[in-house]
């Protein structure tokens, strides 16, 4: 018998009605239906930023509320922006309330979020410049410390620090980080800032993220980790813009940073929905033209593509987590339509296929009676659930096999 390519991502699960009086609750017809997966599906969603602190103009809050709605009806899981440059401008004066809302607002609709990222070198405060090596660092650790403690209970995962590998011979300008990361070496920052974020959240998840895939990548994994440092998951950025890596290199990566042992977290994906970045473009940031707009053709290729990327993810063992970078066309990074919704918010194929996935092919519905014991036995896959029984709703989670689950009916 064939083996389910998926039977890691799921287990069995027995649950025993009971009455109040702990009666089992027998030949009942029961829905179970899951809501939320264990598994995270996300985006970057950066336009729950003005929805949460109400500041929307009345001519688009319509229009965002629309956007959020789609984005709500299929992911689990959010990042937002915690670029220091637009954070905290004005030194000390940091965004702290705005971002606090937008986590909250997440939170209360049972989104996980993500802060990205504490330190980097690029989108940093240029107000570093004046600073010596030394307080640049102090300033960094302060800016950790201080943000970490702020969200804590509102964002338990973070990007840490982020594209290390180019970190100290970035050379387009000048900025802080870059000047302490020369002075640190790369194992040595990532040491620094990995520790004073575990001291100011020790139960938060703790991500290096970067866009280079190549054995550079694997060598600052391999040095970090023989330097002690914890690692909770491996992020790695995957902006397709000059063309989908395709199921060949997808694996090869996949194998290479499985050698780890650790979750592996594709952070930042885009396929765009247009035509491609020409290959010679060495860093994507340089392609910068007027319009690129989406067309029905690709459209069709991105969700091919997205289909096929998530679908190969999702069966591996250790990938825990994909972001599509941009939700939306409407702002999306260097212009691209790089979005699963169009600028007029409406979904693109690509978003149809995620949510037929996602809610439909890799969900599980159940319906059953309940024996002489009062139990329901069905195999589903891992996350949140609602039971509903003779008009009362009890809630669930399957997150491994065990025991038989007493669940009260009220």
Known sequence: MQKNPLSHRMASKTIQLVDASGNPVTGKEVAIHQTNHQFLFGCGIFDVIPIANRNVPEDRLAYLEQKLDLFLDVFNFATLPFYWGMFEPEKGKPRTKELQAAARWLKERNIAVKG???????????????????????????RIERDVADFKGLIEMWDV???????????????????????????GIIKEMFAKTRESNPGATLLLNDFNTSINYEILIDGCLNAGISIDAIGIQSHQHQGYWGREKLEEVLERFSHFGLPIHFTENTLTSGHLMPADIEDLNDYQIPEWPSTPEFEDRQAREVEEMYSILFQHPLVEAITAWNFSDEGAWLGAPAGLVRTDNTPKPAYDVLKQRIKGDWSTQVTARTDESGKVSFEGFLGEYELACAGTKVTFKIEKEGEPEPLILN
Request: charged share 20%.
């Open 116 to 142: 990205h990222p504490l330190c980097w070198h690029t989108a940093t405060v240029p107000w570093l410049l004046d600073l010596s090596n030394e307080d640049i660092l102090k300033a960094q650790f302060a």
């Open 161 to 187: 620090i982020n594209e290390v590998v180019i970190m100290p011979i970035f050379d387009k300008y000048d900025n802080g980080i870059t000047r302490i990361s020369k002075d640190l070496g790369r194992v």
